[in-house]
């Protein structure tokens, strides 16, 4: 079977970097922004080739803690993953200091077969400090977390984030394809508690689909969306959107944000999930029908109208959330979990 390719996905043009706050409050699906971060001083070096982009983010490094870096052997072909029977990974850990992986990776560009090195999601500000100053985005959002992705050629199985992410290419050149949450059926999504980096990623290799194994990956690739980011370049990846990023060449730099446009103090959304899993999958099915209604009530049809019949006084959790009544509501569950409720 012939997969179909996947669209474009969408781009968009922001001749001022000040219109990109009101840019991101607006969209709710994935964009391209090319140039985005195209004044920026590292990409600026990483133009004038690796070894500039290296000595430039050497200035950064305080080695004052190494960072981890992940390194696969080279007949993975880059493919960060399980091994064969989903026991363990195809890949290992290192603590390193950073200027020994940088030196690495330029040994390294010209070897046809080189190992996998990747040094994933590392917080600018711990181990670059001063670097996200030189190098500014405005986003608008609330206290968003910065990092820093390093590496070689490498393939990062689709997986999702919880929160809303700006991925910046400053060297190198990065594949992204992006599927819609509504996807996770045909995406074939391995376990979700024993996962490479924390996240559960979907068990399709994208080099090589085995259709045979994984024959609604078709149905994905309909809903498929994907670009290639040259130096400046950056992608929008909405909350929940699965995305396979694939770094093409031999030396390659992503920075990129994260946000979720709630409060901090509210929990993780896998919580709930895992607790339904605990709860909810393996009831008999008409016990399941009676909770979807009460979750589809009281969490996703959720109103001003659910507690409107009571008095403010006596609303409780149905009540408006603020971060003491979350922490009782917190402390309401740790006691019913270590009591074992099942009511």
Same mark, same amino acid.
């Given at each position: 079977?012939?997969?179909?390719?996947?669209?474009?996905?969408?781009?968009?043009?922001?001749?001022?970097?000040?219109?990109?706050?009101?840019?991101?409050?607006?969209?709710?699906?994935?964009?391209?922004?090319?140039?985005?971060?195209?004044?920026?001083?590292?990409?600026?070096?990483?133009?004038?080739?690796?070894?500039?982009?290296?000595?430039?983010?050497?200035?950064?490094?305080?080695?004052?803690?190494?960072?981890?870096?992940?390194?696969?052997?080279?007949?993975?072909?880059?493919?960060?993953?399980?091994?064969?029977?989903?026991?363990?990974?195809?890949?290992?850990?290192?603590?390193?200091?950073?200027?020994?992986?940088?030196?690495?990776?330029?040994?390294?560009?010209?070897?046809?077969?080189?190992?996998?090195?990747?040094?994933?999601?590392?917080?600018?500000?711990?181990?670059?400090?001063?670097?996200?100053?030189?190098?500014?985005?405005?986003?608008?959002?609330?206290?968003?977390?910065?990092?820093?992705?390093?590496?070689?050629?490498?393939?990062?199985?689709?997986?999702?984030?919880?929160?809303?992410?700006?991925?910046?290419?400053?060297?190198?050149?990065?594949?992204?394809?992006?599927?819609?949450?509504?996807?996770?059926?045909?995406?074939?999504?391995?376990?979700?508690?024993?996962?490479?980096?924390?996240? *559960?990623?979907? $068990?399709?290799?994208? =080099?090589?689909? #085995? +259709?045979?194994?994984?024959? /609604?990956? &078709?149905?994905?690739?309909?809903?498929?969306?994907?670009?290639?980011?040259?130096?400046?370049?950056?992608?929008?990846?909405?909350?929940?959107?699965?995305?396979?990023?694939?770094?093409?060449?031999?030396?390659?730099?992503?920075?990129?944000?994260?946000?979720?446009?709630?409060?901090?103090?509210?929990?993780?959304?896998?919580? *709930?999930?895992? $607790?339904?899993?605990? =709860?909810?999958? #393996? +009831?008999?099915?008409?016990? /399941?029908? &009676?909770?979807?209604?009460?979750?589809?009530?009281?969490?996703?049809?959720?109103?001003?109208?659910?507690?409107?019949?009571?008095?403010?006084?006596?609303?409780?959790?149905?009540?408006?959330?603020?971060?003491?009544?979350?922490?009782?509501?917190?402390?309401?569950?740790?006691?019913?979990?270590?009591?074992?409720?099942?009511?």
């Amino acid at each position: 079977m012939t997969l179909p390719p996947p669209r474009p996905i969408d781009e968009v043009q922001l001749a001022d970097p000040a219109a990109l706050p009101a840019a991101l409050r607006s969209w709710t699906t994935p964009k391209v922004v090319r140039g985005l971060a195209a004044a920026w001083p590292l990409v600026q070096a990483a133009r004038r080739g690796d070894t500039a982009a290296v000595d430039y983010l050497k200035r950064f490094d305080h080695g004052g803690m190494p960072v981890t870096a992940t390194t696969a052997a080279p007949g993975t072909q880059g493919r960060v993953f399980y091994n064969d029977d989903l026991t363990g990974f195809n890949f290992r850990r290192e603590q390193v200091p950073l200027r020994v992986v940088l030196d690495t990776l330029l040994k390294y560009r010209s070897e046809p077969d080189a190992p996998t090195i990747y040094v994933a999601s590392t917080t600018l500000d711990t181990y670059l400090p001063g670097l996200r100053e030189e190098n500014p985005l405005v986003l608008g959002q609330a206290d968003p977390l910065a990092s820093i992705w390093i590496g070689n050629r490498s393939r990062i199985a689709a997986h999702y984030d919880a929160p809303d992410n700006l991925a910046c290419v400053a060297a190198g050149r990065r594949r992204v394809m992006l599927f819609p949450p509504g996807q996770v059926g045909n995406l074939y999504v391995g376990p979700l508690d024993f996962t490479p980096a924390g996240q *559960a990623i979907s $068990l399709v290799d994208f =080099a090589a689909p #085995d +259709l045979q194994r994984f024959p /609604r990956f &078709a149905l994905a690739m309909q809903e498929a969306q994907s670009a290639v980011l040259e130096p400046g370049d950056a992608v929008f990846i909405p909350s929940l959107w699965w995305h396979h990023m694939e770094g093409l060449e031999a030396f390659n730099l992503l920075v990129n944000y994260w946000w979720r446009p709630v409060e901090a103090w509210r929990d993780a959304p896998m919580n *709930a999930l895992m $607790l339904a899993l605990l =709860a909810i999958r #393996d +009831l008999p099915v008409e016990q /399941r029908a &009676a909770w979807q209604a009460m979750f589809q009530h009281y969490v996703f049809d959720a109103d001003d109208q659910v507690a409107a019949h009571l008095p403010e006084h006596a609303r409780g959790v149905l009540g408006e959330l603020d971060e003491a009544a979350a922490a009782r509501l917190r402390e309401v569950l740790r006691t019913r979990l270590l009591r074992g409720s099942n009511g």
